[in-house]
């Protein structure tokens, strides 16, 4: 069975520009890190602790499952939802799903695989009525034949719950209460709520012309949107929580869908670029974010 793609996290680190000051000096202007940032090294970590879900699901499925999907079009449904929902869109939910075998939305060789749905939320952090959307793999984003209703979201969804998260359950503590729904059910993750002006905050990099692999500048265009688990540490930034827990860890990409890792910059220019601080504002959950969005469980819709 094939092992799961290293899983590199969210790198965003942000790219500094030498002026000169007025006495003829070099002066490092620093942009701070996006809040989604993570470094590469724990990235690393996550990746071998999601190969063991790979295994188990793909072994109960009969088929080699998702590790990662390339979402060329990410930004361009983000700028969507922007101009659509405008002040509705307060959070981003993504719901990890699995396609049906036999549905006409389904991409060719992706019958029964993992995918993701993506929904704008509201202040109070419920769905957008029939706001759901779903990008092909690889695919552009189409607003009108990407859309799905809240049927068909709910068939996606419950499949994946009832066909291939029974085989992970093993991974995660039946005796932690954030990995229970109600007060009886075991579950892994089924959604990761965002704070939308996180995501926002990425298409800022967008515009810079200073992201650079081997030197060079290159722009980014997308995102690849990695199936990864947090180690049994949890989430360190967060006390610790979510051991063993499935999450999504979203990639810059360039154009050919290649990685960009800003934390890998040949002039290691953001070494010592500061991360924004957390927010002080709760969610609607009654909890600051965390860089890895809000996980259902324990705080679901």
């Known amino acids: 069975m094939k092992k799961a793609l290293m899983l590199k996290g969210i790198c965003l680190g942000i790219f500094v520009?030498?002026?000169?000051?007025?006495?003829?000096?070099?002066?490092?202007?620093?942009?701070?890190?996006?809040?989604?940032?993570?470094?590469?090294?724990?990235?690393?970590?996550?990746e071998a602790s999601y190969n063991l879900k790979h295994y188990l699901m793909s072994q109960y499925s009969g088929i080699d499952q998702t590790d990662s999907i390339y979402y060329p079009d990410f930004f361009e449904m983000i700028k969507y939802f922007i101009s659509k929902y405008k002040n509705q869109?307060?959070?981003?939910?993504?719901?990890?799903?699995?396609?049906?075998?036999?549905?006409?939305?389904?991409?060719?060789?992706?019958g029964k695989k993992l995918t993701l749905i993506f929904a704008p939320a509201d202040k109070d952090c419920k769905d957008i009525p029939d706001a759901y959307y779903t990008i092909q793999p690889n695919g552009n984003f189409d607003a009108i034949n990407g859309k799905i209703n809240t049927t068909k979201m709910k068939i996606w969804t419950r499949r994946y719950?009832?066909?291939?998260?029974?085989?992970?359950?093993?991974?995660?503590?039946?005796?932690?209460?954030?990995n229970l729904i109600g007060e009886e059910i075991l579950s892994d993750t089924r959604s990761i709520t965002?704070?939308?002006?996180?995501i926002k905050e990425l298409l800022g990099e967008l515009t810079r012309d200073s992201h650079r692999r081997a030197g060079e500048p290159v722009a980014i265009a997308g995102v690849k949107a990695f199936f990864a688990?947090?180690?049994?540490?949890?989430?360190?930034?967060?006390?610790?929580?979510?051991?063993?827990?499935l999450h999504i860890e979203f990639e810059f990409t360039d154009k050919d869908g290649n990685i960009i890792y800003l934390d890998d910059d040949v002039e290691d220019q953001f070494k010592d670029g500061?991360?924004?601080?957390q927010p002080i504002i709760t969610d609607c959950f009654g909890k600051k974010g965390i860089n890895n969005g809000q996980l259902c469980p324990a705080n679901c819709p």
């Open 194 to 198: 965002y704070p939308a002006s996180n």
């Open 229 to 245: 688990a947090y180690t049994n540490q949890g989430n360190e930034d967060e006390k610790n929580i979510y051991r063993n827990r």
């Open 274 to 277: 500061k991360i924004h601080p």
């Open 161 to 178: 719950i009832n066909k291939l998260m029974p085989s992970i359950l093993g991974t995660i503590d039946s005796d932690d209460e954030d």
């Open 89 to 110: 869109f307060v959070y981003l939910r993504v719901y990890i799903a699995a396609y049906p075998p036999n549905d006409p939305m389904v991409p060719k060789n992706w």
């Open 17 to 46: 520009s030498l002026v000169v000051n007025s006495k003829g000096q070099d002066t490092t202007h620093r942009h701070p890190k996006p809040y989604m940032w993570i470094d590469k090294y724990r990235s690393i970590q996550r």
